[in-house]
């Protein structure tokens, strides 16, 4: 548990005392002592799937209720044909054939399940991220679950807080709580005690830094206080939660009408069978064996393999899917957010134009950018980086290069994204205090009191700011990006305080080149062919983006910028967002507003973006996407990694997503409508019988062999109009496909009932129907032919339907499935048509079938498939899709 009185002792008193209490040292925890800290305070992990071990996927591939029920038969069967029975009648084949039973599901499901944690495993140690700490004096790097209780971390920009810390050393250190508070402010961090701890609330606290913040700037050492679970972070959030929050709602809407059918079902069969024969405990048993009838029981697996096969082969087209659920989001999601830089235009950004007030080249303008950026100790993002590029250039960078040596930096105020400018104090050569802040126009402007023009100080009047945006809106309407530089002495001044930051002179701007990319509107043209809305949310100037946005054939009639937003209320915003394409100037908490409302409104959305501003964002959209070159944190808050920030890699996701779902729905509805359908039958034969249809054993062996086939279906090929728009994971649809396709079914199992009951059985049985038989041993004859009569027809039609509704046009002629899906099936066929010609049919109460039989299947099959493609035309017609 997160314990807050701890956790506020030891941000109540001084370091050395904190080292002593947990114990350790400045020097970092002694190497020795590690492990007994690991032991006692448990890994630095959130979720328990790591936890994985052998022992526990043993367990759960044979602790199950499909393994349970045929536990309580092969019981059952123990006790009436074992102990019960007499030395004559004596069988243990039953039991026995159940135990095989037991085993070879189990083993299915553990071999499958260890290939998953293999995958998973691999893809964790490709994107673990790592931490540096000190121990026994010495700096080493390990993952950050390898953290315990004690160790001293170092933190530097850009980088994310692996734990809950309590600092010792800072320097300028800015980290983001965003992922924890939701406020996307900056916020400095001190070492020194915080005085009345006791009452201040846990993340007002300066001197503690917790799991999952982000450092924006600076740097600073802190001693690990909590780990994994124990953190805060760790006890509000759910490992995976926001992700299977809507794959769990999808998978339970399945169960509850699974669960529904089953609750008519199973008691019909049970009292049906036990009034008509009166043996109650052979009938609990087949209504059990009825009840596993009804449930997909391969579901987990088949969509764990799906999954899996899905980001799989994603991760061959350069993308790694971090969480494997995010697969099936990326197959749901409708919209897309994206933000500007390195999507739509390119990586990185080249300076253009140093620029005075009047548009006249400005060398100053650029010098105290380059001291701006050069003594920046934040994250250093496109915009710094392109500006320190100048130090290249042949006839400017020696200058920079020496002005950099020259002022040193005695204070800062690292950028972020909410304020949107940087600010740096420095020392000039006459020992004088200069302040030199860039950053968003608009921002710096309403800042400045004086503009400078060749050398002088004017100030600003009356029309000041009209002059000053017509050489602006001319470099933004060509898609620029621009910044303002502004400078203030401040004299003998060595610290900075935002106060500081006001009647400064504006000295120029700096003009980026900020290219769209070649394959951008192509990239916009292919989502709008998947029917995902793509929407753009930049931090970047209104006009900018609209000068991109129509290079790249956005749509760019309605635009919203961050002033505009922050004055609707949620209910406006969330109309405001059906319409509008292009956001702009919006602060990160923006961003979240903006996705939040997009949920509200039932969309499925994704978020591809790659800086600091972005990591909310991501956080909070259904399918957070990053890109290999993003900062650390924002690559962890993401859950799918681009290993090139390209979005058609993303449209292949998309479709792969959309695959996975198709695979993953046709094995529920086919596989629940057949087994709708053979459990209507059992209902109808149940009371017309004088014997079961077939026995439990038997429709469990049905069952598991059916299922085993359908694992082969993640591999099954996708028509390509069933990927074209995304899909909704839900069990609306399923009832209404349950029974439009189940009842079809039975019809053909009755007229197979009559054929037997009638017409086959009293043949081979000396003429006589079954109640006028006398002989025990030809009534068990006639039973055993009428069970393996339907156990074979049941087969036969239940494989060719997954072929027959996998697909919405005609099945083999205009779409196949994929070779292993056909030749698992085909087996499948003969397989279990062969077995009844094997001795192990006798002990399963099955029997060699005439020729005869065959003669009247074939045409029911025909007959069958016929049925359901008319049915098929009329389903597609009323609803439009088929899966
Ligand atoms: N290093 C920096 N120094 C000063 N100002 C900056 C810096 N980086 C960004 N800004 C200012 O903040 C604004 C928003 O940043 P930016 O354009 O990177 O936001 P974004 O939402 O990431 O946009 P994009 O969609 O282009 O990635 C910029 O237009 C610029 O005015
Ligand atoms: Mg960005």
């Not at 921002?443 to 945006?469: D, L």
Request: aromatic share 8%.
């Amino acid at each position: 548990m997160f314990s807050d009185s701890r956790m506020k002792r030891y941000a109540g008193c001084g370091a050395e005392e904190v080292f002593r209490a947990i114990p350790t040292t400045p020097a970092g925890l002694p190497q020795e002592r590690v492990e007994a800290m690991r032991a006692k305070y448990g890994e630095n992990r959130l979720s328990s799937r790591k936890d994985d071990t052998f022992p526990h996927r043993l367990r759960r591939a044979f602790v199950d209720p499909f393994t349970m029920i045929l536990f309580t038969l092969a019981v059952i069967s123990l006790i009436t044909d074992v102990l019960l029975a007499s030395n004559f009648t004596r069988n243990i084949t039953t039991s026995l054939i159940i135990c095989v039973m037991i085993l070879v599901s189990g083993a299915i499901r553990l071999v499958q399940e260890t290939r998953a944690k293999r995958a998973s495993d691999r893809l964790d140690r490709l994107i673990h991220t790592n931490v540096t700490v000190k121990r026994g004096g010495v700096l080493v790097d390990i993952p950050a679950e390898r953290l315990v209780v004690g160790d001293l971390v170092m933190l530097s920009a850009g980088g994310r807080i692996p734990a809950d810390l309590r600092l010792v050393k800072t320097t300028n250190l800015f980290v983001s709580q965003a992922a924890i508070t939701g406020e996307s402010a900056i916020l400095e961090k001190e070492s020194a005690p915080c005085p009345d701890a006791g009452r201040t609330p846990f993340t007002r606290l300066k001197n503690l830094a917790f799991m999952a913040s982000s450092v924006i700037s600076g740097r600073g050492e802190g001693v690990v206080l909590a780990v994994g679970r124990d953190t805060l972070y760790g006890n509000f959030v759910r490992p995976d939660s926001k992700n299977s929050d809507a794959f769990q709602r999808g998978e339970n809407s399945v169960a509850w009408v699974l669960i529904r059918f089953m609750a008519v079902l199973v008691p019909a069969v049970f009292l049906v069978s036990g009034v008509a024969r009166g043996s109650w405990l052979e009938s609990f048993a087949f209504a059990l064996s009825v009840a596993v009838g009804l449930t997909p029981e391969m579901l987990p697996l088949v969509i764990n393999a799906c999954l899996a096969r899905g980001s799989l082969s994603m991760s061959r087209k350069r993308a790694i899917v971090k969480n494997i659920d995010a697969m099936q989001v990326l197959g749901s999601m409708d919209v897309l957010c994206i933000d500007k830089t390195g999507t739509l235009t390119q990586e990185s950004i080249l300076l253009e134009y140093y620029l005075d007030i009047l548009g006249g080249e400005s060398p100053e303008a650029l010098e105290l950018a380059y001291l701006n950026s050069f003594h920046h100790s934040g994250l250093s993002n496109p915009i710094d980086s392109a500006i320190l590029a100048c130090r290249t250039m042949p006839d400017r960078g020696g200058r920079l290069a020496e002005l950099a040596g020259l002022c040193r930096k005695t204070d800062e105020i690292p950028f972020d994204y909410e304020r949107k400018f940087a600010s740096t104090l420095v020392r000039t050569p006459e020992k004088s205090h200069l302040l030199i802040v860039k950053g968003d126009i608009q921002r710096v402007f309403s800042r400045c009191r004086f503009v400078e023009y060749r050398g002088e100080a004017i100030p600003i009047g009356e029309n000041g700011e009209g002059s000053v945006s017509a050489i602006v809106d001319e470099m933004l309407e060509e898609g620029m990006k621009v910044i303002a530089v502004a400078k203030k002495e401040l004299g003998a001044q060595e610290r900075l305080s935002p106060a500081d930051e006001n009647d400064m002179t504006l000295v120029g701007y700096l003009a980026f080149f900020d290219a769209p990319k070649r394959s951008a509107a192509q990239s916009v043209e292919d989502l709008k062919r998947l029917r995902v809305t793509p929407k753009v949310m930049t931090g970047d100037n209104s006009q900018t983006a609209l000068s991109i946005c129509r290079r790249v054939g956005l749509p760019a009639a309605a635009m919203l910028t961050g002033a505009q937003i922050g004055g609707l209320s949620d209910e406006e915003l969330r109309a405001a967002v059906k319409e509008t394409d292009i956001f702009a100037e919006l602060t990160p908490g923006q961003k979240v507003r903006l996705l939040s409302a997009l949920r509200e409104n039932g969309r499925t959305a994704g978020f591809l973006g790659d800086g600091m501003n972005d990591i909310p964002a991501l956080n909070e959209a259904d399918v957070g996407i990053s890109v290999d070159t993003a900062v650390d944190a924002a690559k962890e808050a993401a859950d799918v990694i681009l290993l090139e920030k390209e979005l058609n890699i993303l449209g292949q996701g998309i479709m792969e997503g959309r695959r996975t779902f198709v695979n993953m729905l046709k094995y529920i509805k086919i596989t629940a409508s057949s087994n709708f359908g053979n459990i209507l039958s059992v209902v109808c034969a149940s009371v017309a019988l004088p014997f079961f249809p077939m026995t439990a054993i038997q429709l469990l062996l049905l069952n598991l062999l059916y299922d085993t086939l359908c694992i082969v279906l993640p591999w099954d090929s996708v028509d390509a109009e069933d990927t074209e728009t995304p899909r909704e994971w839900s069990g609306k649809t399923l009832s209404g496909f349950m029974l439009s396709f189940g009842p079809i079914s039975s019809i053909f199992d009755i007229m197979t009932f009559l054929f037997l009951y009638f017409v086959l059985c009293p043949r081979l049985c000396g003429g006589l129907l079954y109640t006028q038989l006398a002989d025990p041993a030809l009534r068990l004859r006639y039973a055993a032919l009428f069970q393996t009569g339907w156990f074979l027809e049941s087969m036969w039609t239940q494989v060719l339907i997954l072929h027959m509704l996998r697909t919405k046009k005609i099945p083999f002629l205009q779409s196949r499935a994929s070779a292993p899906v056909l030749l698992i099936t085909l087996l499948g066929i003969v397989v279990f048509t062969g077995l009844t010609l094997t001795p192990l049919a006798h002990p399963l109460g099955l029997t060699r079938l005439p020729l005869e039989y065959f003669g009247f299947l074939l045409p029911v099959v025909l007959l069958y498939m016929l049925l359901v493609s008319f049915v098929k035309r009329l389903y597609i017609r009323q609803h439009g899709e088929l899966i």
